[in-house]
């Protein structure tokens, strides 16, 4: 089963670009990585998704290393309002199941 | 606003009683999956429905049962409650094969 490894928490200022890594050792060939932020008591919400090399959309970028072992999820000028976490997600087919594998998540705190 | 609903959105039981948590897909997506999330941690994979088929399942015993209906909504019941039981229940809702899914806002379940 994959298993992934994220920091628990980082501090960062408006402004900044904030980068989190995830690793993800166990990856399957045909999986994808993808990234949620989760506010307090409210559902997770997707960021972005990704394969390999780099994803960009209108809110974040996802950077995958040709071993797709780690991603990066960049989050530009961040605000106070990124204060949140974000969870990694892989998939991981096992023998008989389906496993969707959460990260433990990163408590982003964003400082004015 | 994701177009998930789950009822209802807090519930206090009693330990060894039953409940039923409900989920009203985002039209048009025919996957659903429920998670476990205990406060401070992420959450965790229970099932995942396609087609009204359990299709995937993560490490949680028996007790914890779902069905799909043809409308595509859905319903966890977990008998015999336990104390660590006591959690936020998120139901998710995607395409098959996608990773990218959309969350309700959950169920605070305490078990008391």
């Known amino acids: 089963l994959a298993k992934t490894t994220q920091p628990i928490s980082m501090d960062s200022y408006e402004g900044q670009e904030v980068n989190i890594t995830c690793s993800h050792n166990?990856?399957?060939?045909?999986?994808?990585i993808t990234w949620y932020q989760q506010f307090p008591s409210q559902g997770p919400r997707f960021i972005i998704q990704g394969y390999k090399t780099k994803v960009t959309n209108e809110v974040a970028s996802l950077f995958i290393p040709a071993d797709r072992k780690s991603s990066t999820l960049s989050l530009p000028r961040v605000s106070l309002s990124d204060t949140a976490v974000y969870y990694c997600l892989v998939g991981d087919r096992g023998q008989s199941n389906y496993q969707l594998i959460w990260g433990a998540g990163t408590k982003l705190i964003i400082k004015p | 606003e994701t177009g998930v609903t789950q009822s209802p959105t807090h519930l206090i039981k009693t330990r060894g009683q039953q409940v039923t948590l409900r989920c009203s897909s985002q039209?048009?997506?025919?996957?659903v999956s429920w998670y476990q999330q205990a406060l401070g941690q992420g959450p965790q994979f229970i099932f995942q429905?396609?087609?009204?088929?359990?299709?995937g399942r993560g490490n949680f015993p028996p007790r914890f049962s779902g069905l799909q209906f043809p409308n595509y909504s859905s319903e966890l019941n977990v008998n015999a409650l336990e104390l660590d039981d006591s959690a936020l229940y998120l139901c998710?809702?995607?395409?098959?094969?996608?990773?990218?899914?959309?969350f309700g806002q959950g169920t605070r379940l305490t078990v008391v």
């Open positions: 998710a809702s995607s395409f098959v094969g996608g990773v990218e899914a959309f």
């Open positions: 166990n990856i399957a060939t045909n999986d994808y």
């Open positions: 429905y396609y087609r009204e088929e359990e299709n």
């Open positions: 039209s048009g997506h025919n996957t």
